[in-house]
């Protein structure tokens, strides 16, 4: 096996410097693929370990076992140096290219990149932090279409305010997606120990989060009584049971949502909500 990868990279980085077509992309995937540990099927990056039989795992996996794990060989001291210098020297294109990303870069850096890249595929928010039932996963191209079709009634499009009624008698989480500056947010509301909880969360790549706050301001009738928070979003990665724990969201005394709810006559509490950048 160590021979025939061996062969293909070098025959890849042949044709690559004498065709200038992008054939050869899919080969350079196929090689790739080839690179990936076939116990956890990361991408091996040196340090690459190699039995007595060279087979090789990835330098993570091989702490955990004592000798190899498709032969039962020992371990050699030496590492795969040949099929590190070839892997440290070849570029690859991220596996989401045709979804529009361009990054190319070493093995080394494969892994990292594609975990956070923004053309990845990603799960609807519903299945993320709201039913916890998987629905839908694609790229975010198609995000807001998939809401729109399967949970039309809690989709609020938008510029970037929003004005919304919550049942705060309902039992369970109230949940709301909204559209804003051409991007999806998550809108999570929560009573915990009649404490009104609420929270928007960024639905896209993780280090955008970071790029938006938002203001949630509640008010009486007559708006004698108003109360207003602003906070920066935060991920639908993060759990949202750990922000309303640590109350690291929009808070309201259930005195004040109590008394809104009361003046209106109903069980629903009017909101108003901003998403700025």
């Not at 004592?66 to 590190?84: A, K």
Request: glycine share 4%.
């Amino acid at each position: 096996m160590f021979a025939v990868i061996v062969s293909f990279l070098l025959f890849s980085e042949f044709s690559m410097s004498t065709s200038g077509n992008g054939e050869m992309d899919l080969n350079s995937r196929e090689v790739l693929e080839e690179l990936k540990c076939p116990v956890c099927e990361e991408y091996m990056t040196p340090p690459i370990p190699m039995c007595q039989k060279c087979h090789s795992i990835c330098n993570t996996c091989i702490q955990n076992v004592t000798v190899c794990p498709f032969c039962s060989e020992q371990f050699l001291q030496p590492r795969c140096w040949l099929l590190q210098n070839i892997i440290e020297k070849k570029k690859f294109r991220c596996q989401y290219y045709t979804k529009g990303c361009e990054f190319i870069s070493t093995a080394h850096f494969i892994n990292s990149h594609e975990a956070s890249c923004p053309d990845r595929p990603f799960n609807c928010p519903f299945s993320v932090v709201g039913t916890n039932t998987f629905c839908w996963r694609g790229h975010m191209n198609g995000m807001w279409d998939h809401i729109l079709d399967e949970h039309g009634p809690l989709a609020v499009p938008g510029k970037c305010e929003f004005f919304l009624t919550v049942d705060c008698a309902a039992p369970g989480p109230m949940h709301r997606a909204l559209s804003a500056w051409g991007e999806t947010f998550f809108l999570e509301f929560r009573v915990l120990n009649m404490v009104l909880h609420c929270c928007v969360l960024y639905v896209g790549p993780k280090e955008r989060a970071s790029l938006y706050k938002y203001w949630v301001a509640v008010a009486t009738k007559d708006r004698s009584g108003f109360s207003t928070v602003c906070l920066p979003t935060e991920s639908y990665f993060i759990d949202v049971e750990t922000l309303f724990r640590n109350r690291e969201c929009a808070i309201f005394s259930y005195a004040f949502w109590n008394r809104c709810r009361r003046e209106y006559a109903r069980s629903t509490v009017s909101f108003e909500v901003q998403i700025c950048r």
